[in-house]
């Protein structure tokens, strides 16, 4: 008997969702960690164009 693809298609949607997910949650937790180090670094570079 043949596989139902149309199941795993969505089986695959599914994970690839899950993986993207988790990967937006750990951006969003080093964001927090290192944010304001970032922003200091963004403020000194405006601050070296605007001279």
Do not use: K
């Amino acid at each position: 008997m043949l596989p139902d693809i149309r199941h795993e298609e969505g089986q695959g949607l599914v994970e690839y969702a899950l993986i993207l997910f988790l990967v937006a949650i750990v951006v969003i937790a080093i964001l927090m960690l290192l944010g304001q180090e970032v922003r200091s670094v963004f403020s000194s570079v405006v601050s070296a164009l605007q001279r």
